[in-house]
């Protein structure tokens, strides 16, 4: 089957790329298995996480459980088409914002999508810098999304140099860890249960369990919290029988 991402566009473009990511969360669906593999992966290298599916129904399940900050959504799908998958998810208060991706375009079908709550569209073949930009543009509009460095306490993390420090030293991470720090500090002071950031941090077809959650927890408070020779001055505070927060005033 052939992919409908314009081949020779189809490179990394880190040097602005990586100064968006923000920990965004994206979910694509379409039927197009190539082409969702080859999306997803660059923009995976882009720090993005990524989950897909290809049909609308499991779509639609996916999207009941929330957690998402963007959504790239084919209008020719089996089972529940893009379009009315749209249509159903705004009308139950769906505000995650959508990127249709289809080979229509005719203005009548891009004014409908528009109407249902489309955020942007664009037509196949496409290439994947065109798409990323759009990401970007459509991930900007929060003031949130923008800011490079999140700092609590002596601990800073820089998403666009994937760097933790702690008082001006290196503080190294697995890719998961730093993720989940990353949430942490962008929701600084907010108790999370277990499964919201499973949810949030965890695709929902890969390994995530309570007791991965709690190893990476237990990973970052060793790597950030062991200069100081306390474990119970860690900034991730354990909240019982609810969750877990970061505390920015610690």
């Not at 089957?1 to 994206?26: W, Y």
């Not at 489309?118 to 759009?134: C, N, S, W």
């Not at 200069?227 to 610690?250: C, F, W």
Request: hydrophobic fraction near 40%; charge should be negative; include cysteine.
């Amino acid at each position: 089957m052939q992919s409908g991402i314009t081949g020779m566009l189809f490179r990394p473009c880190r040097s602005i790329d990586a100064e968006i990511n923000s920990l965004a969360k994206i979910l694509i669906v379409d039927d197009d298995r190539v082409l969702c593999t080859l999306v997803s992966d660059w923009l995976i290298t882009q720090h993005y996480n990524v989950e897909s599916t290809h049909d609308g129904l499991s779509a639609l399940e996916l999207l009941k459980l929330g957690g998402f900050d963007l959504v790239v959504l084919d209008w020719d799908l089996p089972g529940k088409t893009g379009i009315e998958l749209l249509k159903d998810f705004r009308d139950w208060g769906g505000q995650t914002p959508v990127i249709m991706l289809t080979a229509k375009d005719e203005p009548a079908e891009k004014e409908r999508s528009f109407d249902y709550g489309v955020d942007d569209y664009v037509t196949k073949p496409f290439g994947v810098r065109e798409l990323a930009a759009r990401i970007r543009a459509v991930l900007r509009r929060p003031p949130e999304m923008i800011s490079e460095v999140l700092v609590a306490g002596a601990v800073q993390l820089n998403r666009s140099k994937h760097c933790v420090t702690k008082a001006g030293v290196v503080v190294k991470l697995q890719p998961k860890d730093f993720t989940l720090l990353e949430f942490f500090m962008r929701n600084p002071d907010q108790t999370f249960s277990t499964d919201v950031l499973l949810t949030r941090v965890w695709a929902s077809d890969s390994e995530a369990s309570v007791d991965a959650l709690r190893t990476a927890i237990k990973r970052i408070r060793q790597a950030i919290d062991t200069a100081d020779g306390d474990p119970s001055k860690s900034i991730i505070k354990t909240v019982p029988r609810v969750g877990y927060t970061l505390q920015s005033n610690e």
